[in-house]
């Protein structure tokens, strides 16, 4: 089960250039896409795409896979698409002319950031040369299918038809992840040194691109300018339209401080599902669980959920002796974190609040109403845990205990640290949505950590920190 820890493939550290946004796209079936139409045709031959982009849903077939998209009718149009998670190219033109380019690797990574460069010049006399792809700075060489380009075809994509982000054209087959730095170059094949580098410990990290010739179609979409979020900052004001995309869909999580999410990989039950960037859980089912991408085993760390609907437990579930159990938590009902001795949730069961651990219960706080923020506060020095709801914690914990590194009046303490313990969702008939940092709905007061990371309803305390790579690096 892939979790994410510091230099993790596809993710980043540190960088000299720091990308400050992304943008989440929410669910599977949704049509949510930036469009445009170019007044006039670019260079239809010779191109290239970078963008960096992290996913929050295992699918199959096309299902939260849409990357980019153009072309008018079904017969005569381009695909870039994650398709039964690998990278797949397709296009099919009014003349017959078609290809699927798709590689053998799949990408099933949900903690990573991975950065895309598809470069294609079809001028080129040696056909393996006019598709390019590469990943995290390689070049992917192994493919299920590779129909390259006759010389000289023009393709779809730089011509006047529609174009999509974030979308497989014209369907709901909408990218479940996010986007950051997305690139086109019109007129140039380039490589990916163009647009990254690899640091010191041998991590692909970005590049400034401002310096870059964009051509005359060309853009850059840096997702910054939260009231225009398909800005083109490249100098050519080559826009995009929002389709059903709101400020609340930019992310502060990106390559350069990649923070936590739910993790699908611990799921394998189509009762249970993701959206919002797996922030957003839901079960239709009897109880069901899933676990963040971060694990933790040092350091004080604060996240938030919204309560929506139905009975759920919140709080912390351990990988290592339990990795089993937890993989497995939604292969069956009464799949909650907290059945097992490693795992601490609070527990609200229709009118009951309880703290539960091990399958053993004791009355305690009190029970949320729809839209009510819980807190959780973890102590992974000390092995404490608090939970809260609406700026009070349950148990009569004040906010001085918990920043004073006691375990007074915790819902939890000596909680042995010896592995990586990580958020938990456990949810029965309901639904919650996470607030890491990068909060998938609106915040009303806006509070950051120490180090100026995360946006919450409530005061972080003094001590604890957003579930980021920036933050684990530092303090995990």
Request: a negative charge; glycine letters at 10%.
């Amino acid at each position: 089960m892939p979790i994410f820890t510091v230099g993790a493939a596809g993710t980043t550290t540190s960088s000299s250039y720091e990308i400050a946004n992304s943008l989440r796209f929410n669910a599977v079936g949704s049509d949510k896409s930036l469009k445009r139409t170019n007044g006039s045709a670019g260079n239809q031959q010779t191109m290239t795409f970078s963008f960096w982009v992290k996913r929050s849903i295992v699918a199959e077939d096309f299902g939260g896979g849409g990357l980019f998209g153009c072309g008018t009718a079904d017969g005569d149009e381009l695909n870039l698409t994650f398709r039964s998670n690998v990278i797949d190219l397709r296009w099919e033109m009014t003349d017959g002319t078609q290809g699927d380019f798709r590689t053998n690797r799949k990408f099933r990574d949900m903690s990573a950031w991975y950065h895309i460069v598809l470069a294609l010049d079809s001028t080129q006399s040696t056909n393996s040369n006019r598709i390019r792809l590469y990943v995290n700075g390689v070049e992917e060489t192994d493919f299920a299918e590779a129909a390259y380009p006759n010389q000289n075809l023009n393709f779809k994509i730089n011509g006047t038809v529609e174009q999509e982000i974030g979308r497989f054209i014209r369907s709901d087959k909408s990218l479940v992840g996010y986007l950051a730095e997305f690139v086109f170059i019109d007129g140039q094949q380039l490589t990916p040194s163009s647009f990254g580098e690899f640091d010191d410990d041998n991590n692909w990290i970005p590049k400034d691109v401002s310096d870059l010739t964009f051509g005359s179609n060309g853009y850059h979409l840096d997702f910054e300018d939260s009231s225009s979020l398909g800005n083109d900052v490249s100098g050519n004001n080559n826009d995009w339209t929002l389709n059903n995309i709101s400020a609340t869909d930019q992310s502060v999580d990106t390559p350069t401080n990649n923070y936590a999410t739910l993790n699908p990989l611990t799921t394998n039950n189509s009762s249970y599902t993701f959206a919002s960037g797996a922030l957003d859980a839901t079960s239709s089912t009897s109880w069901l669980g899933s676990v963040g991408t971060i694990g933790l085993s040092a350091g004080k760390w604060y996240w938030e959920a919204k309560y929506i609907s139905g009975n759920f437990g919140i709080g912390i579930g351990k990988v290592g002796t339990s990795a089993t159990e937890t993989k497995n938590l939604s292969s069956a009902n009464n799949g909650y974190i907290s059945k097992y001795a490693d795992g601490y949730e609070y527990f609200k069961n229709f009118s009951n609040s309880n703290k539960l651990n091990n399958n053993s219960s004791t009355s305690y706080g009190s029970v949320p109403s729809a839209n009510d923020i819980m807190m959780v506060a973890f102590d992974a020095d000390n092995g404490t845990i608090w939970v809260g709801k609406q700026g009070t914690w349950y148990g009569s914990a004040t906010q001085s205990e918990i920043e004073a590194g006691t375990t007074t009046n915790s819902m939890y303490s000596s909680i042995t640290m010896d592995d990586f313990f990580l958020p938990s969702a456990s949810i029965e008939n309901g639904q919650l949505t996470f607030n890491f940092g990068s909060p998938p709905y609106s915040i009303t007061s806006g509070n950051s950590d120490g180090n100026g990371h995360g946006n919450f309803e409530y005061a972080v305390p003094s001590g604890y920190y957003a579930l980021n790579s920036k933050n684990l690096a530092q303090f995990g």
